[in-house]
């Protein structure tokens, strides 16, 4: 009889052993999947007097038929949690999608959700949420800073960048003539982010491309070499302008 109590009870938690193996897996599945089909691919807060605003680029792999993505953010705790839909921007080299939703707020917590033949998938930051201009899974982001100095003659050039390996080449390509001629520039390294995330910098002379204040012949791009791959910043092929970095 004890014998066979034994051999009962051993069942038993063999029996749960195996159904939270089972749960554990079944969400690792999840979160794998999740990851796979969407991811912040970089945010940047745009500074003014008054209340933030975000420009948040999702990244979605996914072929499904119906997709809706969102930036899922927090205003303030009175309001609560709020939707802003993303636009679809453009398709990389890869397949994936590139999409992007802007919001304003108060500083607070954002994340991204993604929609997908009825079935949400969630980036969150593993549950940290994400709070301010961010890297995410793009090689490299040119940040939106106030790019003047303070006598408006130099032009701050701001990259946060994945650190790929120590040995990087990092530069900006720009024009002051509309891309009759360009040069290039290499930015330096400044600090390292607490995620690993590095930023670097520079500043451009841009009094050549002062047209009566309008600096209409300058655009710039950013370059990043690591591992025999190159990485552009550059707006999804548009460029950025001077207009890209000035405060609103």
């Known amino acids: 009889m004890r014998k066979t109590r ?15 193996s089972v749960f554990c897996t079944a969400g690792a599945t999840t979160a794998s999947a999740a990851a796979d089909k969407v991811s912040l691919y970089y945010a940047n807060k745009i500074y003014s007097h008054h209340y933030d605003s975000y420009e948040v680029f999702i990244k979605t792999n996914d072929n499904a038929q119906d997709q809706k993505v969102y930036a ?17 921007v453009t398709t990389l080299d890869d397949g ?21 033949d009825g ?12 709070t301010s ?30 650190n790929y390996a120590y040995v990087k080449n ?4 720009y024009t002051t003539d509309g891309w009759n001629t360009y040069s290039d520039k290499a930015l330096g390294y ?15 002379d841009i009094r050549n491309a002062n047209n009566n204040g309008s600096y209409d012949g300058f655009e710039y791009a950013i370059c990043y070499q690591v591992n025999g791959q190159t990485y552009w910043a550059n707006n999804f092929g548009a460029n950025y302008d001077i207009n890209y970095c000035v405060a609103h």
């Open 96 to 116: 994936s999608k590139i999409w992007k939703a802007t919001f304003t707020t108060v500083p607070n917590q954002f994340s991204v959700k993604y929609e997908a």
């Open 119 to 130: 079935v949400t998938y969630w980036d969150d930051n593993n549950g940290n949420y994400y």
């Open 72 to 88: 899922h953010y927090n205003y303030t705790g009175i309001i609560g949690w709020l939707d802003a839909e993303a636009a679809y």
């Open 133 to 162: 201009s961010t890297l995410g899974s793009a090689p490299i982001k040119a940040d939106r800073w106030n790019g003047y100095s303070l006598n408006e003659e130099y032009f701050a050039i701001n990259a946060t960048l994945q």
């Open 6 to 20: 034994t051999t009962r009870f051993a069942s038993v938690i063999a029996a749960i052993a195996i159904l939270i």
């Open 190 to 204: 400044d600090l390292t982010y607490s995620n690993g995330t590095e930023k670097w910098s520079t500043e451009i």
């Open 170 to 173: 990092v530069f900006v390509r």
